[in-house]
Structure formats: structure tokens, C-alpha cells
């Protein structure tokens, strides 16, 4: 009788035990999901090689096309290090600029989305990298990366840097069930 119980019950762990369902392995089922990816901007400055190690732990320098989809992103307002406007509610606040990633081969010219500071290497004058905004007129002309707009900065000039969550999946996993009797 007790194996027989035993059986029933590693038979619906495994999901077998109801009629037309398909066997799942008794061993592990795993689930994953999403949540959107947290995002801040920095309230402190860093100059362009301070840039790479400004992120608290668990988030790293954000490339634009990580942040580029503000529907895709929830800014972390309640982060500590995470700048806010008075009007930021729970989103980004916008007009604030921040050194970000371009996802280019180390540059220092003077043009924005090419503009790394070497790779985010060097803080001498001369050098640039780019600093991207969410644009607070909202009437202005669209550009290619609208609503955000880019410019280059001096390396050796300070600026905030924008964060972003390190990838997070959510998991559940189902173990088998044993028992003793």
C-alpha cells in the first residue's frame, strides 16, 4: 500500500497523473520569465574612464539600444544612487544627460553614437565620448533615436552614466517529491 502511494505521488510530480496530460520529466520542469529591466541614471559625475565602473552592484554601463525602448525598461527611482526630477514620478527623468555605450570599436572622435573615449579607456582631453538625454521638449523634430538625443563630450569632463540592470530571468523549478515511511 505504501508503494502504491509513493507511485501516485511521483506519478503526479511528474505531471502523469492526469488523464491526456503530457509527461513532464520527475526530475525538473522549469518555468522562466521576465520582467522589464531597471534603469537609472547616475546622480553622481564621472569622467569617460570612470564611466565603465560608475553602476552600483548588479548593474552595468548601459549601451543606448539597452535603454533606447523606454516601454521595454522601469527606471529604478527608488535606487539610491539614481537621479530623479521632481517631476520624474516613476519614470526617467528626462534633460538629464549620461555617458552610455555605443556598441562600437574604441573611438575618440568628435562624433555622437561613435564616441567611446577609447572604449571607455582614457579621460584625456581631446578625446570624446557620448552622452545621451530623454528629450524634455516635446515638440522638437524627430530624430533617429527619438525620444533620446546624443551628443559627444570631453573624456576628461565629468558627467552622470546611465545604469542598467544586469539580465534577471525568473525561474521556478519542480523536484521531485520524496518520502519516507
Do not use: K
Amino acid at each position: 500500500m505504501q508503494a502504491l502511494a509513493l507511485a501516485a505521488i511521483v506519478l503526479l510530480v511528474a505531471g502523469r497523473g492526469a488523464a491526456g496530460s503530457a509527461p513532464r520529466s520527475a526530475v525538473a520542469a522549469a518555468t522562466t520569465s521576465t520582467r522589464p529591466q531597471r534603469v537609472y541614471v547616475t546622480s553622481a559625475n564621472y569622467d569617460g574612464s570612470a564611466a565603465p565602473t560608475a553602476c552600483s552592484s548588479g548593474y552595468h554601463m548601459a549601451g543606448l539600444w539597452e535603454i533606447a525602448d523606454l516601454s521595454a525598461i522601469r527606471y529604478a527611482y527608488d535606487h539610491p544612487d539614481a537621479h530623479i526630477q521632481l517631476d520624474s514620478g516613476y519614470g526617467a527623468p528626462s534633460n538629464w544627460w549620461g555617458w552610455v555605450r555605443t556598441g562600437g570599436d574604441p573611438s575618440a572622435t568628435n562624433a555622437a553614437g561613435q564616441a567611446n573615449c577609447n572604449a571607455w579607456t582614457t579621460a584625456e582631453s581631446g578625446t570624446y565620448g557620448t552622452l545621451v538625454r530623454i528629450n524634455a521638449v516635446w515638440t522638437s523634430a524627430s530624430t533617429t533615436i527619438s525620444p533620446w538625443q546624443a551628443q559627444t563630450w570631453s573624456c576628461a569632463g565629468i558627467a552622470p552614466v546611465w545604469c542598467a540592470e544586469d539580465t534577471v530571468t525568473l525561474s521556478r523549478v519542480f523536484l521531485p517529491l520524496t518520502l519516507r515511511f
